[in-house]
């Protein structure tokens, strides 16, 4: 009998002696995301942890992890498997809302609100060839215009970065000087048949 109890004794003491198992699931708040953000831009612009071919050194996600300690000292977030997830889920719908706002047609950006928008038929189309799209119309991404300068393949610099707005605009001015210089390709080489009969020659 004294032989059980000791025996409970000891497997009570190891319980408490293990390490609790870090949750592989969590529910960032707003304030949690925030803060990864903000972490995540510092080293951005650090050359130290970002490359100008865009990637970050492979021990950034330990750094970041101590910079969270301080800045979030009770929130007892991980390098693996929280940030680790996290960091990959923000660059999963980075490219695939960068992706849709490249190709222009349909698809637009409400600065005011941080969304993608489109045409709900526009975008279910699209999401059936690219399903990591899905869900992201009109979801608002307070931090993109972050994003464009920690997932981008060139390293941030700090100086002035062109914002989601300005890129859109800039691609629809693309395609308007596009198609001008098609207009007047198409004027220059018109049939002679076209000409005024009455015009020198």
């Known amino acids: 009998m ?13 319980t408490v ?24 831009l510092t080293l951005a612009l ?3 942890w970002k490359g100008d071919n865009g990637t970050f050194r492979s021990e950034y996600l330990s750094y970041i992890e101590k910079m969270l300690v301080t ?15 996290r960091v990959k889920l923000l660059k ?6 960068s992706e849709m706002l490249n190709i222009g047609s349909g698809f637009g ?18 999401v059936r060839s690219h399903p ?24 941030a610099t700090g100086t002035a970065t062109e914002t989601t707005a300005d890129a859109v605009e800039n691609l629809v001015m693309e395609d ?4 001008d210089a098609l207009n007047v390709e198409r004027n220059l080489y018109r049939p002679s048949s076209h000409i005024d009969p009455s015009t020198d020659v």
């Open 2 to 14: 004294a032989s059980t109890n000791i025996e409970s004794q000891r497997g009570k003491n190891q």
């Open 92 to 97: 999963r719908q980075y490219n695939a809302l």
């Open 17 to 40: 002696g293990r390490t609790k198992p870090v949750a592989s699931k969590r529910m960032w708040t707003k304030q949690e995301d925030a803060a990864l953000i903000e972490c995540l």
């Open 176 to 179: 308007n000087t596009f198609l």
């Open 71 to 85: 800045k979030l000292p009770t929130a007892q977030i991980r390098a693996n498997p929280h940030i680790e997830s």
């Open 109 to 126: 950006w409400n600065e005011e609100e941080k969304c993608l928008t489109a045409p709900k038929d526009v975008f279910d189309d699209w």
């Open 132 to 155: 990591t799209a899905a869900g992201l119309r009109n979801k608002s991404f307070p931090f993109f215009d972050d994003l464009v300068q920690i997932f981008g393949k060139k390293r």
């Open 46 to 48: 650090d050359p130290h």
